[in-house]
């Protein structure tokens, strides 16, 4: 069975840094893409990046001028770890940040609350 586990969210003020990491199991881990996807109060979810099976990365959201050199995907396939390292934080990242595999499998979510 599938497992998405994101974790490392929370509240921070703007400037701040996070790392969320997202623990998966159940599949073979190296051979999928992963995913972050972002969810505000009353948007719709949106993929904020993706890494390939051999690192490639892309970063994606309508606020990707704003992202730009802020965010890192990254993976570590020895620990089926997928992480994204979000720097100076702006309160328009709050949102539920989301994990995915890209085949239908999702983790629950963490929040994160960018706010003084």
């Not at 998405?4 to 003020?13: D, F, N, P």
């Not at 998966?24 to 972002?38: D, E, H, I, T, V």
């Not at 539920?96 to 983790?107: L, P, V």
Request: aromatic share 10%.
């Amino acid at each position: 069975q599938v497992h998405l586990v994101e974790s490392g969210g929370g509240l921070v003020q703007p400037g701040g840094s996070l790392r969320l990491s997202c623990a998966a199991s159940g599949f073979k881990f190296s051979l999928y893409p992963m995913g972050w996807y972002r969810q505000a109060p009353g948007q719709e979810r949106e993929l904020v990046a993706t890494i390939l099976r051999d690192g490639r990365t892309t970063y994606h959201t309508t606020a990707l001028d704003s992202m730009k050199g802020r965010f890192n995907i990254s993976r570590d396939n020895a620990k089926n770890t997928v992480y994204l390292q979000m720097d100076s934080l702006k309160p328009e990242d709050t949102a539920i940040y989301y994990c995915t595999n890209f085949a239908g499998s999702w983790g629950q979510g963490t929040q994160v609350t960018v706010s003084s």
